[in-house]
């Protein structure tokens, strides 16, 4: 099979964007694998197929899937990302919403930037001490969409990413479904540079929208931060997370960034 597809990255965390609004194409594991390749495939964190909308209650739908092949509920820069390919693939002048297995998302556009809503915060949870090969570690977590652990450091290059993340993202504290994990410097008020291990890419990316807002909303927790806040990620660009703080609840979370197009191309798979 001859697929066409749209390259995209947002703030360096890159997809594979494919138009299946006629239902017509069914991606295998392998084939998601293998498209995610950055060797032999296209080279990705990520694959999202524009469908119709299930349940009536959005303007489009959409498939994603993680590069190890596995199904994926929500992705921050994936939506600023497939926000502009449907903007641009279906002409649509306006802002639209889409279904995620996490919740309705709706994309609205400032020139090359998007911003998306991100559905309600849950299962926040503080100050857990989490025992690790190279000692108890303070941890904190949060589902963005996505479930998220969140360790301050005093120097984000000097992380342990590559160490650390696999044994927390696997941590039996977070059994059975594991989660990303995220290793925040704080740079100042309102200000923190955020590195993200991913679930499902099994390693760090340029950046993790999820990532970043669990980030900035645990640091409101924590360091007292208030809407918004700036977050420099991995790939080098800045985002911006805002929300409301109200009772103890976070409200109107939003994540603002960069969505550029890369290329368009063929590929078999």
Not at 57 to 81: H, K, P, V
Not at 182 to 189: K, W
Request: charged share 20%.
């Amino acid at each position: 099979m001859i697929l066409e597809f749209t390259k995209m990255n947002g703030a360096g965390n890159d997809f594979v964007f494919v138009d299946n609004r006629a239902q017509k194409i069914s991606l295998t594991t392998e084939q998601i694998i293998h498209l995610c390749d950055r060797h032999r495939g296209v080279g990705a964190d990520g694959v999202m197929l524009l469908v119709p909308a299930r349940k009536g209650q959005a303007d489009w739908a959409w498939d994603f899937y993680n590069s190890d092949g596995s199904a994926a509920e929500m992705c921050g820069n994936g939506a600023r990302c497939f926000g502009r390919f449907v903007k641009k693939v279906t002409g649509a002048n306006r802002d639209f919403s889409f279904e995620t297995t996490a919740g309705i998302i709706t994309a609205s556009f400032q020139g090359e930037r998007v911003t998306v809503n991100l559905t309600r915060p849950k299962d926040l949870r503080l100050n857990q001490s989490v025992p690790l090969a190279t000692g108890p570690a303070m941890i904190h977590s949060l589902n963005t969409g996505v479930p998220h652990a969140v360790l301050y450091v005093p120097d984000a290059d000097q992380a342990m990413v590559m160490q650390l993340g696999p044994e927390i993202r696997r941590h039996a504290h977070f059994a059975p479904r594991g989660t990303n994990v995220n290793f925040v410097q704080v740079l100042g008020a309102n200000h923190i540079r955020v590195r993200t291990f991913e679930r499902g890419v099994e390693g760090e990316t340029l950046a993790c929208g999820t990532g970043v807002t669990a980030a900035a909303l645990i640091s409101a927790r924590v360091h007292g931060f208030t809407s918004p806040v700036k977050v420099q990620v991995q790939g080098g660009d800045q985002l911006e997370v805002s929300f409301q703080d109200e009772d103890a609840e976070f409200e109107d979370v939003r994540l603002s960034g960069p969505a550029d197009f890369a290329f368009t191309g063929q590929i078999e798979v």
